[in-house]
């Protein structure tokens, strides 16, 4: 069955910082990957996915996410953070035959120092 | 609105009391998924439906939680005899359902409280 690990349960940085959010998958064949963020009191929100081609996306709010096969990685990136972007980061993996359900990760929460 | 709607969105109930949670999906949806977010974990998956298709109920954690999706669209998930370990975000998510992978989208959640 497919899991997710995200290793860093909460992570600080300083606004301006770059950050470097971990997710590793377990799975037999390509996945579906996705990073979801959820903002405090509010739903998940979707930051990207990948689904084939191209290993880096682009997202929204400035992120992008590096799909590595020989890793089963799919980080989560972003140059310069800002304040805004405090909030908990759900990485994701959908099984190709299994109706699109997606297995999360236990969630990075995100603090940004001024 | 256009979104996954979940009501209520906060329930404080006493243990040993049933407590019914309603979503209603994106309209044109035909997949609709409920998730638990306990305090400090992920997003445990519950349950799928899939139009007229059976539910995928693997996700349940006990046979206290039952689900029914009416008309293929709004959907009750039902815990019964409500313990305190049940205390967590109760999340539903829709999506086209047709065509591949396409992303979730989710409600709000209901916050449920059980004393």
Redesign the interface.
Known sequence: AQS?T?PDIHITVSEGASLELRCNYSYGATP?L?W?VQSP??????LL?Y?SGDTLVQGIKGFEAEFKRSQSSFNLRKPSVHWSDAAEY?C?V?A?N??????????TELSVKP | GA??SQSPSNKVTEKGKDVELRCDPISGHT?L?W?RQSL??????LI?F?GNSAP?KSGLPSDRFSAERTGGSVSTLTIQRTQQEDSAVY?C?S?P?TG?????H????TRLTVT
């Open positions: 997710v995200q579906y996705f979801y009191g509010q739903g998940l929100q979707l996915k689904f759900f994701a959908a190709h299994q109706g699109g359900k997606l297995i999360f990760g236990q969630g | 979104g996954v997949a998924y998730y400090g974990q992920g997003l445990e998956f799928y899939q995928d999340l998510a999506r359902g591949g992978i396409s992303p979730l989710f409600g709000n959640g």
